[in-house]
């Protein structure tokens, strides 16, 4: 877990060190829709709202607050709990299954690297030089946020061009890495379970990530 010195685009927290995945999980195999979040919830929160297209497209604009709620939901490691009005407490109750939750940040990155250990999970490294070092190969990675309707249309259908349009992608819409899993690198922001903080040096089995957050 972590990242080599050296490695383009690291940052300096990302200390490289041994983790050990202790327990089975599942993780889907798609990013959240808008449209599993609007079946859940009962809303549309994301910005890009093409109704030809918004059902396929990764939910945006959504806080860990959302996810699993601000009384309950924010109390890991302590409690696995999550409110009942979160996204999370609703859908543990639709399913009935009641541990499903977000990923801890080495479950999250164990599937996305998915036996590599190359900066990308297709076995390339991050290339210098424009547009984008090998990115472009795995995700959707252009800014998908800017939020100016002079130059930007929040109702645009979704895009695959990068030198020529903003907003997100049809999740699965680049190629899923070698376990099946689709849009690892890119195209939203994706929310761990755990508290951001500095990696640690020592090796870790199932590590839950800091007691407090450092951000």
């Known amino acids: 877990m972590g990242s080599p010195d050296g490695e383009r ?9 041994s ?7 599942y993780i889907g195999v798609f990013e959240v829709t808008q449209r599993q979040w609007e079946l859940v919830m009962g809303n549309r929160p ?3 709202t093409n109704e030809a297209c ?3 497209r990764p939910v945006e604009e959504v806080s860990y607050v959302n996810v699993r709620g601000d009384t309950c939901g924010t109390n890991w490691p302590s409690l696995m709990s999550v409110d009942d009005d979160s996204f999370l407490g ?19 990155e164990y599937a996305c690297r998915a036996g590599t250990d190359t900066a990308l999970n297709n076995g390339q490294d991050i290339a210098s030089g424009a ?3 090998n990115f472009d190969n795995v995700g959707r990675v252009g800014y998908n946020g800017l939020r100016d309707p002079a130059v930007d249309d929040r109702t645009a259908v979704a895009y695959r061009n990068l030198s020529t349009s903003f907003g997100t992608a049809a999740v699965g819409t680049y190629p899923a890495n070698h376990w099946g899993l ?16 500095a990696l640690p040096s020592d090796s ?11 951000d």
């Not at 685009?9 to 060190?17: F, K, M, V």
């Not at 983790?19 to 999980?25: E, K, L, M, N, S």
């Not at 609703?90 to 999250?108: C, G, H, M, N, Y």
Request: proline letters at 7%.
């Open 54 to 56: 918004y059902a396929t």
């Open 46 to 48: 994301s910005w890009f």
């Open 182 to 197: 689709y849009d690892m690198h890119g195209n939203v922001d994706e929310w761990c379970l755990n508290y951001y903080g």
């Open 204 to 214: 870790e089995v199932d590590p839950e990530g800091p007691s407090t957050s450092a």
């Open 90 to 108: 609703i859908f543990r109750k639709k399913s009935q299954f009641v541990f499903v939750d977000l990923p801890t940040e080495a479950q999250w």
């Open 9 to 17: 685009g690291r940052y300096g927290d990302e200390t490289l060190h």
């Open 131 to 133: 547009p984008s070092g």
């Open 19 to 25: 983790v050990t995945i202790g327990r089975p999980y």
